[in-house]
């Protein structure tokens, strides 16, 4: 069983570094003004394991952009649930729900696919 949090985490310092390729919009994320400052001190993943999460990620996005946004928020933007919640006017708990519900879709995608991650 894959501890989904620690390869969301290490996939988010992935894409937020300059040198993934990937590009998230700040705005796009829905949370214009809540972004804290980005530490350097963050634990990152390899590039093949990048895109692999990236693949799935992208899955996620075509089938339910609202988790999309919410895994892209916490994972690469460092917003806290609490602060998710507050700007979406929702419970945190049911954030919490969410984002469970996202990272089980990315662990279920990592399953199909049979791939085993560097980081692993």
Same mark, same amino acid.
């Given at each position: 069983?894959?501890?989904?949090?620690?390869?969301?985490?290490?996939?988010?310092?992935?894409?937020?570094?300059?040198?993934?390729?990937?590009?998230?919009?700040?705005?796009?994320?829905?949370?214009?003004?809540?972004?804290?400052?980005?530490?350097?001190?963050?634990?990152?993943?390899?590039?093949?394991?990048?895109?692999?999460?990236?693949?799935?990620?992208?899955?996620?996005?075509?089938?339910?952009?609202?988790?999309?946004?919410?895994?892209?928020?916490?994972?690469?933007?460092?917003?806290?649930?609490?602060?998710?919640?507050?700007?979406? #006017? #929702?419970?945190?708990?049911?954030?919490?729900?969410?984002?469970?519900?996202?990272?089980?879709?990315?662990?279920?995608?990592?399953?199909?696919?049979?791939?085993?991650?560097?980081?692993?």
């Amino acid at each position: 069983m894959r501890d989904m949090q620690k390869v969301l985490e290490r996939w988010g310092c992935w894409a937020a570094s300059d040198s993934s390729g990937v590009d998230y919009s700040h705005i796009a994320a829905g949370f214009k003004g809540l972004l804290p400052q980005s530490s350097s001190n963050r634990l990152s993943c390899t590039d093949d394991d990048g895109l692999i999460i990236e693949s799935c990620m992208t899955r996620l996005q075509k089938k339910k952009p609202y988790e999309h946004s919410l895994l892209v928020a916490h994972y690469i933007y460092r917003v806290s649930k609490r602060g998710m919640a507050k700007a979406r #006017k #929702k419970d945190e708990k049911i954030i919490r729900i969410e984002m469970q519900m996202a990272e089980g879709f990315i662990d279920g995608c990592l399953s199909m696919i049979d791939v085993r991650l560097e980081m692993e």
